[in-house]
Every structure is written in structure tokens, then in C-alpha cells.
């Protein structure tokens, strides 16, 4: 039987803190770009330019969010270490932890 610790528990939470962390940013950069858009001194390239970087940002938060559910279930190591280095992005210090209880924590895993 297998030792199971606290690592992958840990960095499944902080994946899916950062992601949502990073979902609160997305819907921030949305609203902004929309209340942009009808400012008439604001150049026009500045809404679309706000949409279009929430865009990655969105995936990479879903990526995070994912790879914390699958780091809690200790299912699919590679995805839960790449649910880990995409929770860096949002939060970097959050994410760092993550990313080592992960790495630290693969023999628990299926």
C-alpha cells in the first residue's frame, strides 16, 4: 500500500485557488474592455487588445482549475503538473508551491 501524504491535497487547492484567482482577473479585463469601448479619449485599439489577452487567460485558469481537481483525485500526474505550472500565471507564488508538492508527490499518483 502506498504512503499517501498531504502534497498532491495541498497543490490541488492552490491550483484551483490560482485559476480561480485567475478567473476574477479575466472577468476584470472583460469590464474593463467593455467600459473602454464606450470612452471616446480611450484609443480604439486598447478595448479589443483587453479582450483578446482574457482570452489565453481564460484557458490557462480552466487548465489550472482542471489540473487541481485531478491533483486531489492523484489521477493523471502530467495533467495535474501542467494544472500546476498554469496556476504560476495567475498567482506565481501560489502557483511555485503547486507546482513542487506536485512534482514532489508523483509516486502517489495513478
Do not use: H
Not at 478567473?23 to 484609443?43: K, M, Q, T, Y
Not at 479582450?51 to 485531478?70: D, E, K, R, S
Amino acid at each position: 500500500m502506498e504512503k499517501k501524504t498531504w502534497m498532491p491535497t495541498a497543490a490541488g487547492i492552490l491550483d484551483i485557488i490560482s485559476g480561480s484567482f485567475g478567473l476574477i482577473g479575466v472577468c476584470g479585463l472583460v469590464i474593463a474592455g467593455s467600459v473602454l469601448r464606450v470612452a471616446p479619449e480611450v484609443p480604439k485599439f486598447l478595448p479589443p487588445f483587453f479582450i483578446g489577452l482574457a482570452i489565453p487567460l481564460v484557458i490557462v485558469a480552466i487548465l489550472a482549475i482542471i489540473g487541481g481537481i485531478y491533483a486531489l483525485q492523484r489521477r493523471n500526474w502530467g495533467l495535474a503538473l501542467a494544472g500546476s505550472i498554469a496556476a504560476f500565471f495567475p498567482s506565481w507564488f501560489l502557483g511555485i508551491a503547486a507546482i513542487i508538492f506536485t512534482a514532489l508527490s508523483k509516486d502517489e499518483f495513478e
